[in-house]
């Protein structure tokens, strides 16, 4: 077999899933590189860095994925979650 995976022409995942460089969703302080720890936090805001926000499949609103370990009872969205990627940097600009 010689195909690769397709998710189909008209569904462009590819901008949306797009692993990125580790960096805070709340200051944009460059993190440490890989899949932070549960627990860790920026080292400049203090926010939490394993939360849906820095991740890939989060489009602002929700998980993408689903995963039910975004409503895990902490209040830190996603911070429990096994699927966490880091997601694309857009910067202010
Ligand atoms: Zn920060």
């Not at 990125?20 to 080292?43: K, L, M, T, W």
Request: one cysteine or more; a negative charge; aromatic letters at 12%.
């Amino acid at each position: 077999m010689n195909s690769t995976w397709s998710f189909g022409d008209d569904v462009p995942l590819e901008p949306l899933f797009k692993p990125g460089e580790p960096c805070c969703y709340h200051c944009g302080s460059p993190a440490p590189e890989g899949v932070p720890d549960f627990h860790a936090r920026c080292q400049v805001c203090g926010f939490h860095l394993h939360t849906c926000p820095n991740c890939m499949f989060y489009n602002g609103l929700g998980c993408l994925i689903l995963e039910p370990a975004i409503w895990s009872d902490t209040t830190v969205m996603g911070k429990f979650c096994p699927s966490f990627n880091w997601r694309e940097s857009e910067g202010p600009g």
